[in-house]
T-cell receptor
Framework: DTGVSQDPRHKITKRGQNVTFRCDPI?????LYWYRQTLGQGPEFLTY????????KSRLLSDRFSAERPKGSFSTLEIQRTEQGDSAMYLC????????????FGPGTRLTVL | GQSLEQPSEVTAVEGAIVQINCTYQ??????LSWYQQHDGGAPTFLSY????GLEETGRFSSFLSRSDSYGYLLLQELQMKDSASYFC???????????FGKGTTLSVSS
């Protein structure tokens, strides 16, 4: 399968714990995005990488959130000191370098904070 | 900033035609995209309009009027498998991230 993959698919954690999610984009895609989606809402943009550079961050991305894409390939999203409000589906997407190219989404990581 | 409005729910029967409207407000417009998302699934791309007019892809068509900040997704010959959420989206000011509407849930019955 050559699509976007995410790991883990589900994560249950207790409030205050740290969690880390991984995204493997389509191999030739240099753009990578993280979104968050809650029930009944559309995906909300969190952050964007072009190659290894993090070029855009949403105001939604509080200082408890950090994302990396160390070699311009896979990316990680870490949430520190999780809160119940962080419970959501975290989606990763990738695209080719042209502006306005189709974004390909992964299956998401569903986070539940107890 | 960017904002989009679309109806929250639409219902239809198999074989019918449905139009899902989307109005948007944006500073800096690159185009209007449509994505489909089945329950528990990932959003998948349906169409993209950068210029005014109608784009047709099989049973689905998408329309854009930039002067009216309006677009729609037209689904023809509806099938049960078309039951899903449909999102319109515009690009952020930087032309990178997608800003999604809240989605329209389409229910197709037999």
């Amino acid at each position: 399968d050559t699509g976007v993959s995410q790991d883990p698919r589900h994560k249950i954690t207790k409030r205050g714990q740290n969690v880390t999610f991984r995204c493997d984009p389509i191999s030739e895609h240099n753009r990578l995005y993280w979104y968050r989606q809650t029930l009944g809402q559309g995906p909300e943009f969190l952050t964007y990488f072009q190659n290894e550079a993090q070029l855009e961050k949403s105001r939604l991305l509080s200082d408890r959130f950090s994302a990396e894409r160390p070699k311009g390939s896979f990316s990680t999203l870490e949430i520190q000191r999780t809160e119940q409000g962080d419970s959501a589906m975290y989606l990763c997407a990738s695209s080719l370098g042209e502006v306005n190219n189709e974004q390909f989404f992964g299956p998401g990581t569903r986070l539940t904070v107890l | 900033g960017q904002s989009l409005e679309q109806p929250s729910e639409v219902t239809a029967v198999e074989g019918a035609i449905v139009q899902i409207n989307c109005t948007y407000q944006t500073s800096g417009f690159y185009g209007l995209s449509w994505y489909q998302q089945h329950d528990g699934g990932a959003p998948t791309f349906l169409s993209y309009n950068a210029l005014d007019g109608l784009e047709e892809t099989g049973r689905f068509s998408s329309f854009l009027s930039r002067s009216d900040s309006y677009g729609y997704l037209l689904l023809q010959e509806l099938q049960m498998k078309d039951s899903a959420s449909y999102f319109c989206a515009v690009y952020s000011q930087a032309g990178t991230a997608l800003i999604f509407g809240k989605g329209t849930t389409l229910s197709v019955s037999s």
